[in-house]
């Protein structure tokens, strides 16, 4: 990876209406004074609530409208208005609706009352529910768009038509940092957009358009509470501005603040145990209180400490994690954004804008402890006693070979017990592995600060009567800085346990304090904590310098058939991407932060593409036999510093056979290279979601082909019986980068229709066909799939395989107990390698319908706005035609992730009263069943009957705005008006990031009915 880029974005020529991108370089210097210019600025202002923004697809808007270079404007001599058009560079009024965009508008951002913008975005129709505030285990600080299920990396985010800083090595956008308050509209571009706006864009594209023209002062509060008085959310904005010189300029600013509360799942009936999903009973983790023991080597099982602390017996208390976990991560935010335009002569426009924020949230999850690590513990441990030490000497080495003489015999253990000192010959110790919670620590917290700034300077300008030029340069860095506390470290737990003394021991360096492991809860000292907890901590930077630059216009005629002349764009662009994470010791270490999973270690890359693109408009016909048809052809290539050239083309049109009916459509042929993550991420082990192990049970000991494939894989023969699944569903994992990858490729096209019939006033119907392929596709396989390529296809019920096949040998079992789970130095477990494997396809349906008359005492509004996922299916092998293909749309589970219903709708209904509106949104997620997998095509599956389907769900959210006074508004707002709870299916359907406390928080709200008020004061 590159160095981190000094440079800061120059002012370049640019020029208005004009398009096409020139691949400018800035080396200015200065730009990063600017995040320690702009620090807080925030007020404490802001109420907003606001309801589900109904889409409507790309449409007329009004003469203030921003013009960006990603979605171009141009005025319409016949209305004066600004016709933006989305998906295509070319300002031609006939292209305005050529490509499906559902535009959500300030006025439903304000009925929303949207405190983040994913508030409001992933509940469209077509977006699935990514990492966000719902999501605590395996969120890193940020929020993230998925645009039809197929990966938040495969659609593109922008800031008025500028690509954002991404927040980590994958370079995905965190679009919490979106200023929200000043957004003007988002254009939400559900369809290939690549050879428009470059990689990234296969799934389509989402565009925050912020005003430009803002003059007087808004300020504005929102508080939202919960019915249960928990998950305070208050957001405050003051946003400023001013035209000058004769309204030749124009400069705005808005501060803001943001302060969300935790909401934890022990606060929900539903949610204060953790369900098993294959019994319905409470469940829970093996790393418990009382203290979860195996003696590796031994036949022991898994055992437990017993209630009176006597002995072992069974493994009888699961831990019960769910109350502390969360189901709404707290933030608070401070942000800033200006931006200032400027006339500096006739046709010619210079302009800039900054934007800064400062967030702070915090995942929380349940207690750290030792998560089946195996610690040598001396047999005079002070806290080990009598009973439980001699059971631990009398376990036999193999129940199944006779004459083999048990771990230490009782004359050793009797004098073991006594022998403090190592030099004593007596002294013994064993190799014990361990799962106890550290309640005594509280929660594991990680606390992620993000600082983000970007600016961005450029200039518009008419070169002649028909062709403009635009430029613009942007640079902007974003640093996300993690602190964990609570966690514990392996080689201090070690060394604590390392006692033969309660007050000291054997190694006393560091401040050591030995650690009862055999107690109830409350044993473990605070004194234990401060020696063990030290707490860890890391960063991941990133920046991004871009350059555009292009022409636009036309030729000055037309074909025979039309009127309006062909028009063209062409220019050039240039990123430069650069990401990196650092730690500190612990982190790096696998294993050592006790409770962490993976370990980060140290990883660095960087890349730059230069592209160069064009688009042609042809209007073939006007005013004809048919009113209007129209041909757009688009191309761009790119030169990656990685993987070389790249192509990406499109060609599509519009087509209207009478007015109020028009045909559109667009095919597009689109890449996407490996971002930094997928190339230079270092491998590491971490902890994914599975619930079944060929090798758990009596299978190998009745099987001698598959006992032999559990020793070929690692586990130790003593562990042959009495291998387990984790109670907790989850698996070690390795995952990591892959310099060799390739890019991938798709192919995408949308058909549709625009229906506005002149006899229906107020009537407009959209519906749009949309179809992705990829090719090549840069995936990990799943679990699933890694099984099934070492036991065959039907594991769960009939395993197959060989020991010496290169897929069963490359996973690699616990070392001590033969599990997928435990200590991940020593445990790889799962090989989740990335590669250009892959194949994913989806494909659906959009219908919007939006109607609008007056009905004498009130005007009347309604909105709809659907989605159909007809498939939505991933391949992690394209060259096996035996492989497993998931199909996820309308189905849930481990290898789906996020949930994507088969249909899904937005319905809202308006009643506008003069100063006043009452608003009813109905918001519909189809059912959803288990997934098809290898076990449950055959009906094998081992869950409980009622966890294996979910029914469909309705959600009703009222809204009442009134004008207090001329400049005084407040909104009020039940949100999920009937106060539904979300479906139960247990904690082992699903992925831990997207399952928990019992259901899928990201799709089905877990916190009941809310309240909501905003108060916005304008002069």
Same mark, same amino acid.
């Given at each position: 990876?590159?160095?981190?880029?000094?440079?800061?974005?120059?002012?370049?020529?640019?020029?208005?209406? #004009?398009?096409?991108? !020139?691949?400018?370089?800035?080396?200015?210097?200065?730009?990063?004074?600017?995040?320690?210019?702009?620090?807080?600025?925030?007020?404490?202002?802001?109420?907003?609530?606001?309801?589900?923004?109904?889409?409507?697809?790309?449409?007329?808007?009004?003469?203030?409208?921003?013009?960006?270079?990603?979605?171009?404007?141009?005025?319409?001599?016949?209305?004066?208005?600004?016709?933006?058009?989305?998906?295509?560079?070319?300002?031609?009024?006939?292209?305005?609706?050529?490509?499906?965009?559902?535009?959500?508008?300030?006025?439903?951002?304000?009925?929303?009352?949207?405190?983040?913008?994913?508030?409001?975005?992933?509940?469209?129709?077509?977006?699935?529910?990514?990492?966000?505030?719902?999501?605590?285990?395996?969120?890193?600080?940020?929020?993230?768009?998925?645009?039809?299920?197929?990966?938040?990396?495969?659609?593109?985010?922008?800031?008025?038509?500028?690509?954002?800083?991404?927040?980590?090595?994958?370079?995905?956008?965190?679009?919490?940092?979106?200023?929200?308050?000043?957004?003007?509209?988002?254009?939400?571009?559900?369809?290939?957009?690549?050879?428009?706006?470059?990689?990234?864009?296969?799934?389509?594209?989402?565009?925050?358009?912020?005003?430009?023209?803002?003059?007087?002062?808004?300020?504005?509060? =929102?508080?939202?509470?919960?019915?249960?008085?928990?998950?305070?959310?208050?957001?405050?904005?003051?946003?400023?501005?001013?035209?000058?010189?004769?309204?030749?300029?124009?400069?705005?600013?808005?501060?803001?603040?943001?302060?969300?509360?935790?909401?934890?799942?022990?606060?929900?009936?539903?949610?204060?145990?953790?369900? #098993?999903?294959?019994?319905?009973?409470?469940?829970?983790?093996?790393?418990?209180?009382?203290?979860?023991?195996?003696?590796?080597?031994?036949?022991?099982?898994?055992?437990?400490?017993?209630?009176?602390?006597?002995?072992?017996?069974?493994?009888?208390?699961?831990?019960?994690?769910?109350?502390?976990?969360?189901?709404?991560?707290?933030?608070?935010?401070?942000?800033?954004?200006?931006?200032?335009?400027?006339?500096?002569?006739?046709?010619?426009?210079?302009?800039?804008?900054?934007?800064?924020?400062?967030? =702070?949230?915090?995942?929380?999850?349940?207690?750290?402890?030792?998560?089946?690590?195996?610690?040598?513990?001396?047999?005079?441990?002070?806290?080990?006693?009598?009973?439980?030490?001699?059971?631990?000497?009398?376990?036999?080495?193999?129940?199944?070979?006779?004459?083999?003489?048990?771990?230490?015999?009782?004359?050793?253990?009797?004098?073991?017990?006594?022998?403090?000192?190592?030099?004593?010959?007596?002294?013994?110790?064993?190799?014990?592995?361990?799962?106890? %919670?550290?309640?005594?620590?509280?929660?594991?917290?990680?606390?992620?600060?993000?600082?983000?700034?970007?600016?961005?300077?450029?200039? %518009?300008?008419?070169?002649?009567?028909?062709?403009?030029?635009?430029?613009?340069?942007?640079?902007?860095?974003?640093?996300?800085?993690?602190?964990? #506390?609570?966690?514990?470290?392996?080689?201090?737990?070690?060394?604590?346990?390392?006692?033969?003394?309660?007050?000291?021991?054997?190694?006393?360096?560091?401040?050591?304090?030995?650690?009862?492991?055999?107690?109830?809860?409350?044993?473990?000292?605070?004194?234990?904590?401060?020696?063990?907890?030290?707490?860890?901590?890391?960063?991941?930077?990133?920046?991004?310098?871009?350059?555009?630059?292009?022409?636009?216009?036309?030729?000055?005629?037309?074909?025979?058939?039309?009127?309006?002349?062909?028009?063209?764009?062409?220019?050039?662009?240039?990123?430069?991407?650069?990401?990196?994470?650092?730690?500190?010791?612990?982190?790096?270490?696998?294993?050592?932060?006790?409770?962490?999973?993976?370990?980060?270690?140290?990883?660095?890359?960087?890349?730059?593409?230069?592209?160069?693109?064009?688009?042609?408009?042809?209007?073939? !016909?006007?005013?004809?036999?048919?009113?209007?048809?129209?041909?757009?052809?688009?191309?761009?290539?790119?030169?990656?510093?990685?993987?070389?050239?790249?192509?990406?083309?499109?060609?599509?049109?519009?087509?209207?056979?009478?007015?109020?009916?028009?045909? %559109?459509?667009?095919?597009?042929?689109?890449?996407?290279?490996?971002?930094?993550?997928? !190339?230079?991420?270092?491998?590491?082990?971490?902890?994914?979601?599975?619930?079944?192990?060929?090798?758990?049970?009596?299978?190998?000991?009745?099987?001698?082909?598959?006992?032999?494939?559990?020793?070929?894989?690692?586990?130790?023969?003593?562990?042959?019986?009495?291998?387990?699944?984790?109670?907790?569903?989850?698996?070690?994992? =390795?995952?990591?980068?892959?310099?060799?990858?390739?890019?991938?490729?798709?192919?995408?096209?949308?058909?549709?229709?625009?229906?506005?019939?002149?006899?229906?006033?107020?009537?407009?119907?959209?519906?749009?066909?949309?179809?992705?392929?990829?090719?090549?596709?840069?995936?990990?396989?799943?679990?699933?799939?890694?099984?099934?390529?070492?036991?065959?296809?039907?594991?769960?019920?009939?395993?197959?395989?060989?020991?010496?096949?290169?897929?069963?040998?490359?996973?690699?079992?616990?070392?001590?107990?033969?599990?997928?789970?435990?200590?991940?130095?020593?445990?790889?477990?799962?090989?989740?390698?990335?590669?250009?494997?892959?194949?994913?396809?989806?494909?659906?349906?959009?219908?919007?319908?939006?109607?609008?008359?007056?009905?004498?005492?009130?005007?009347?509004?309604?909105?709809?706005?659907?989605?159909?996922?007809?498939?939505?299916?991933?391949?992690?092998?394209?060259?096996?035609?035996?492989?497993?293909?998931?199909?996820?749309?309308?189905?849930?589970?481990?290898?789906?992730?996020?949930?994507?219903?088969?249909?899904?709708?937005?319905?809202?209904?308006?009643?506008?009263?003069?100063?006043?509106?009452?608003?009813? !949104?109905?918001?519909?997620?189809?059912?959803?069943?288990?997934?098809?997998?290898?076990?449950?095509?055959?009906?094998?599956?081992?869950?409980?009957?009622?966890?294996?389907?979910?029914?469909?769900?309705?959600?009703?959210?009222?809204?009442?705005?009134?004008?207090?006074?001329?400049?005084?508004?407040?909104?009020?707002?039940?949100?999920?008006?009937?106060?539904?709870?979300?479906?139960?299916?247990?904690?082992?359907?699903?992925?831990?990031?997207?399952?928990?406390?019992?259901?899928?928080?990201?799709?089905?709200?877990?916190?009941?009915?809310?309240?909501?008020?905003?108060?916005?004061?304008?002069?």
């Amino acid at each position: 990876m590159g160095g981190q880029g000094a440079g800061v974005a120059c002012t370049f020529p640019f020029f208005r209406d #004009s398009q096409i991108a !020139l691949a400018i370089r800035p080396q200015c210097e200065g730009l990063r004074n600017m995040k320690n210019q702009i620090r807080y600025g925030a007020g404490t202002l802001s109420l907003a609530f606001a309801m589900v923004a109904s889409p409507s697809f790309a449409q007329i808007q009004p003469s203030e409208q921003n013009t960006t270079d990603e979605s171009p404007a141009t005025t319409s001599s016949a209305t004066g208005e600004v016709i933006v058009v989305t998906g295509s560079r070319i300002n031609n009024p006939n292209l305005e609706q050529s490509s499906p965009v559902a535009v959500v508008t300030d006025e439903e951002i304000n009925l929303r009352q949207a405190v983040v913008v994913d508030d409001f975005l992933r509940e469209i129709p077509g977006i699935t529910p990514s990492i966000g505030a719902n999501v605590n285990n395996g969120n890193g600080g940020s929020t993230f768009v998925d645009l039809r299920g197929i990966g938040p990396n495969r659609n593109l985010v922008l800031l008025n038509g500028t690509r954002v800083v991404p927040a980590g090595l994958d370079g995905i956008t965190n679009i919490d940092v979106i200023p929200t308050a000043l957004l003007q509209r988002v254009d939400v571009l559900t369809g290939g957009a690549g050879a428009a706006y470059g990689a990234d864009a296969i799934s389509g594209v989402v565009n925050f358009i912020t005003k430009t023209d803002f003059a007087g002062m808004e300020a504005s509060a =929102t508080q939202q509470i919960t019915e249960e008085g928990d998950g305070s959310i208050f957001r405050g904005d003051l946003t400023l501005g001013a035209n000058f010189e004769d309204n030749r300029g124009n400069a705005v600013l808005s501060v803001g603040y943001t302060n969300r509360n935790t909401v934890f799942q022990g606060a929900r009936d539903f949610s204060q145990f953790n369900l #098993s999903s294959f019994t319905g009973a409470a469940g829970g983790s093996s790393t418990a209180v009382p203290t979860v023991i195996t003696v590796p080597g031994t036949n022991s099982g898994t055992l437990q400490v017993s209630p009176d602390g006597s002995s072992l017996v069974p493994f009888y208390a699961p831990f019960n994690f769910n109350p502390q976990n969360i189901f709404q991560l707290p933030l608070e935010q401070y942000r800033i954004y200006g931006q200032a335009n400027y006339e500096v002569g006739e046709g010619a426009e210079v302009y800039a804008e900054g934007l800064y924020t400062q967030s =702070t949230n915090r995942t929380t999850i349940a207690s750290s402890g030792t998560f089946r690590n195996v610690l040598t513990t001396p047999l005079s441990n002070p806290f080990l006693n009598a009973g439980i030490r001699n059971q631990i000497c009398g376990f036999d080495a193999d129940a199944n070979t006779a004459g083999v003489q048990r771990l230490f015999s009782q004359a050793e253990c009797d004098a073991a017990a006594v022998a403090t000192d190592p030099s004593d010959p007596n002294y013994r110790t064993a190799d014990i592995d361990y799962g106890r %919670r550290f309640t005594e620590f509280g929660t594991r917290d990680n606390e992620y600060e993000t600082q983000l700034f970007q600016f961005k300077a450029g200039i %518009r300008a008419d070169l002649f009567s028909n062709l403009s030029f635009e430029a613009f340069g942007s640079y902007g860095e974003s640093e996300v800085d993690s602190r964990q #506390s609570g966690n514990g470290t392996l080689s201090r737990l070690q060394q604590s346990v390392l006692s033969t003394n309660p007050n000291t021991c054997l190694d006393d360096s560091n401040g050591c304090v030995p650690i009862n492991l055999f107690g109830p809860a409350g044993s473990i000292t605070p004194d234990v904590q401060a020696f063990l907890d030290v707490g860890n901590s890391g960063k991941t930077e990133t920046s991004l310098l871009q350059g555009q630059a292009f022409v636009s216009g036309d030729f000055g005629f037309a074909f025979p058939g039309a009127i309006t002349p062909l028009s063209v764009v062409a220019g050039v662009e240039y990123r430069e991407y650069t990401a990196s994470t650092t730690s500190d010791l612990l982190t790096q270490t696998p294993g050592e932060v006790l409770g962490n999973g993976a370990a980060n270690p140290d990883s660095f890359g960087s890349y730059d593409v230069k592209e160069a693109f064009g688009e042609l408009a042809i209007p073939i !016909l006007e005013d004809s036999f048919i009113p209007e048809l129209t041909l757009l052809l688009g191309g761009r290539v790119s030169d990656y510093s990685t993987t070389g050239t790249e192509y990406t083309w499109k060609a599509g049109g519009t087509a209207t056979l009478f007015d109020g009916l028009q045909l %559109r459509g667009n095919y597009q042929k689109v890449t996407r290279a490996p971002n930094i993550g997928e !190339l230079f991420s270092p491998q590491v082990t971490g902890l994914d979601n599975f619930d079944a192990d060929p090798c758990a049970g009596a299978g190998p000991v009745n099987n001698a082909d598959l006992r032999a494939i559990c020793l070929a894989q690692g586990a130790p023969t003593a562990s042959i019986g009495s291998i387990i699944v984790d109670p907790a569903g989850q698996v070690n994992v =390795t995952t990591g980068g892959n310099p060799n990858l390739a890019a991938e490729d798709a192919n995408t096209w949308t058909v549709g229709a625009i229906f506005q019939p002149s006899f229906f006033n107020g009537l407009s119907i959209t519906l749009d066909y949309y179809n992705i392929k990829l090719t090549d596709a840069i995936t990990n396989p799943t679990v699933d799939d890694v099984f099934a390529s070492c036991f065959g296809a039907d594991y769960r019920t009939a395993p197959t395989g060989s020991a010496a096949s290169p897929a069963c040998t490359a996973i690699r079992r616990n070392p001590a107990t033969g599990n997928l789970f435990g200590n991940v130095a020593l445990t790889p477990g799962i090989p989740l390698t990335v590669t250009n494997q892959g194949r994913i396809e989806t494909d659906g349906i959009d219908l919007v319908i939006n109607y609008r008359r007056e009905i004498g005492f009130a005007d009347l509004n309604l909105n709809f706005a659907g989605n159909w996922t007809n498939s939505n299916t991933f391949d992690s092998n394209q060259d096996d035609p035996d492989n497993l293909v998931f199909e996820c749309a309308g189905f849930f589970g481990t290898n789906c992730g996020s949930i994507i219903p088969e249909f899904s709708f937005v319905q809202r209904t308006t009643l506008g009263f003069g100063g006043a509106d009452v608003s009813l !949104l109905w918001r519909y997620i189809d059912g959803v069943d288990l997934e098809r997998s290898n076990f449950n095509d055959a009906g094998q599956a081992p869950f409980l009957d009622a966890y294996e389907s979910i029914d469909a769900e309705h959600y009703f959210d009222l809204t009442a705005r009134f004008d207090v006074t001329e400049s005084f508004e407040m909104t009020v707002a039940a949100l999920n008006l009937f106060d539904n709870k979300p479906p139960i299916v247990g904690s082992n359907i699903g992925s831990t990031s997207f399952n928990s406390g019992n259901t899928f928080p990201s799709t089905y709200d877990p916190l009941g009915r809310r309240y909501s008020v905003t108060a916005r004061l304008r002069f």
